[in-house]
T-cell receptor
Framework: GQNIDQPTEMTATEGAIVQINCTYQ??????LFWYQQHAGEAPTFLSY??LDGLEEKGRFSSFLSRSKGYSYLLLKELQMKDSASYLC??????????WGAGTKLIIKP | DVKVTQSSRYLVKRTGEKVFLECVQD?????MFWYRQDPGLGLRLIYFSYDVKMKEKGDIPEGYSVSREKKERFSLILESASTNQTSMYLC???????????FGPGTRLLVL
């Protein structure tokens, strides 16, 4: 079957760095997405990886290893507004997204 | 900027009522999707549409139907609402062939 795993909840301190991991097993692979979702709001796109390696976008970076079925989202210089859920999703062989349950990130001052 | 709008942010309905949720996108996207989101679960695909008049079942289509008469509008219909359909409903759209999905603000539906 198809499966996306990510931690349910993480806590970090304002100004610090946090890494949110995602492992996947899917039928086919056409890229991996990270979305941010604030409570009660819609998911918003953060990053897309289709090739192995690190993609950096400001304070946020995303890494992919296709051979290991593994990705992580790295958030630097954490701010209180980064408190949100982070969703990992894999595009399968039919270009449909398979979603993880999301990681709730709590930022403490 | 892509804009996806949904007809209601909050909705309260009675068991057995017919419920219509509407989604409109303004970026001429071919593909549109309806998901539901429940605590502790990932987004689950209800139905999707590749283009006008086309529809495909997702992972959990039971109890739902859809309509796509115009390219910009994708409607989700609960034929006879039940309490287990209480959920957050999210609409998304994207260009044909994959790529980023853009989401509407969501409709939080409560069925009593």
């Amino acid at each position: 079957g198809q499966n996306i795993d990510q931690p349910t909840e993480m806590t970090a301190t304002e100004g610090a760095i946090v890494q949110i991991n995602c492992t996947y097993q899917t039928s086919g692979f056409n890229g991996l997405f990270w979305y941010q979702q604030h409570a009660g709001e819609a998911p918003t796109f953060l990053s897309y990886n289709v090739l192995d390696g690190l993609e950096e976008k400001g304070r946020f970076s995303s890494f992919l290893s296709r051979s290991k079925g593994y990705s992580y989202l790295l958030l630097k210089e954490l701010q209180m507004k980064d408190s949100a859920s982070y969703l990992c999703a894999v595009s399968d062989s039919n270009y449909q997204l398979i979603w993880g349950a999301g990681t709730k990130l709590i930022i403490k001052p | 900027d892509v804009k996806v709008t949904q007809s209601s942010r909050y909705l309260v309905k009675r068991t057995g009522e017919k419920v219509f949720l509407e989604c409109v996108q303004d970026m001429d996207h071919e593909n549109m999707f309806w998901y539901r989101q429940d605590p502790g679960l990932g987004l689950r695909l209800i139905y999707f549409s590749y283009d006008v008049k086309m529809k495909e079942k997702g992972d959990i289509p039971e109890g739902y139907s859809v309509s796509r008469e115009k390219k910009e509008r994708f409607s989700l219909i609960l034929e006879s609402a039940s309490t287990n359909q209480t959920s957050m409903y999210l609409c998304a759209s994207r260009l044909q062939g994959g790529g980023t999905q853009y989401f509407g603000p969501g409709t939080r539906l409560l069925v009593l």
